[in-house]
């Protein structure tokens, strides 16, 4: 059997990702339990008060979670995930996360996510647990 790459397991997980796409994602780094993704503000993701929904910054960072916590070729599914939102975000604003593995064993990952925007002000900080599955993404 042929080792599947990292590009290809990425290209992979991202091709099912419907709403990545409609956040209008992109891949600025990867490497195995890492990734460094961005993604612009638009209109429609504000809320009542004129800044970014909460919910978009969540799923950013969710985002972020699943590329560097499957990176690994390995099905990893969120456990437990917790968010701080420490700077409002406007439209226009390009946002950054930078995920990071803090642990990962057979059966679970850990990983921390930094969001920032355009002037690398901090916009929050996600923690994600993820339960590691035996199922590959790719054979």
Known sequence: MAK???KEIIDHL????RFSAWL???ILA???GTCKISMIIRDEMLNGFGIVHGGVTFAFADSALAI?????NKLSVALETSMSFTAPVKSGDQLTAEASEISK???IGVYNILITNQDRVTVGVFKGTVYRTAKSLLQ
Do not use: R
Not at 14 to 17: E, G, I, M, R, V
Not at 68 to 72: M, R
């Open 105 to 107: 064993t057979n059966k």
């Open 4 to 6: 599947v790459s990292l």
């Open 68 to 72: 560097a916590s499957n990176s690994h």
């Open 30 to 32: 990867i490497s195995q």
């Open 14 to 17: 991202l091709s099912k990702d």
């Open 24 to 26: 209008g994602i992109e």
